[in-house]
């Protein structure tokens, strides 16, 4: 299968523990997104990269969420010191940028509850 | 602020008719309009797009309509079949990253 994929697919994990997520994105894809999805909501932008260098962060993005993507490859989405607000789905695209055209594919996201 | 809306939470519709999803934005600045479908427990799925410069773009049984004087687009699909069923999100690129609507969840009754 060559789709985006995630890891994990839950995760249940109680107030200020940390959390890390992974994302590997289709192989020959150059941009990687991070996203939040909270009920009735659209996804909401946190992050992306351009191969392995992060090129914006949203204002959503509080000090403790950081991102990374080492290789250019899978990235990873860490939240230190979890709160019971950062309860959501986490959403990771990825796309191959052709000039203005921009088709993201998503992943199956990581839902996240934090109790 | 919101800079794409979806007005319509839910749309439901006969088996085999015409289903019409509504999307407005207030940015002006978008290169591309997207509409994605989503099926529970799934990520989205890029279903078709516009381009700013365009008025329609047609593939299959969907069609998306722009009508920027107005800053509104539209999805048709027709005829609606029951796996239509999902949730439809409308979003606007703008360059590094897509900023997307709440959602208009489709039921289409057999």
């Known amino acids: 299968d060559t789709g985006v994929s995630q890891d994990p697919r839950h995760k249940i994990t109680k107030r200020g523990q940390n959390v890390t997520f992974r994302c590997d994105p289709i192989s020959e894809h150059n941009r990687l997104y991070w996203y939040r999805q909270t009920l009735g909501q659209g996804p909401e932008f946190l992050t992306y990269f351009q191969n392995e260098a992060q090129l914006e962060k949203s204002r959503l993005l509080s000090d403790r969420f950081s991102a990374e993507r080492p290789k250019g490859s899978f990235s990873t989405l860490e939240i230190q010191r979890t709160e019971q607000g950062d309860s959501a789905m986490y959403l990771c695209?990825?796309?191959?940028?052709?000039?203005?055209?921009?088709?993201?594919?998503f992943g199956p996201g990581t839902r996240l509850t934090v109790l | 602020d919101q800079q794409v809306k979806q007005n319509s939470p839910s749309l439901s519709v006969q088996e085999g008719r015409i289903s019409i999803l509504n999307c407005d934005y207030t940015n002006s600045m978008f290169d591309y309009f997207l509409w994605y479908k989503k099926y529970p427990a799934e990520g989205p799925t890029f279903l078709i797009s516009i381009s700013s410069i365009k008025d329609k773009n047609e593939d299959g049984r969907f069609t998306v309509f722009l009508n920027k004087s107005a800053k509104h687009l539209s999805l048709h699909i027709v005829p609606s079949q029951p796996g239509d069923s999902a949730v439809y999100f409308c979003?606007?690129?703008?360059?590094?990253?897509?900023?997307w609507g709440a959602g208009t969840k489709l039921i289409i009754k057999p």
């Open positions: 979003a606007g690129d703008s360059n590094y990253q897509l900023i």
């Open positions: 695209a990825s796309s191959l940028v052709r000039g203005f055209y921009n088709e993201q594919f």
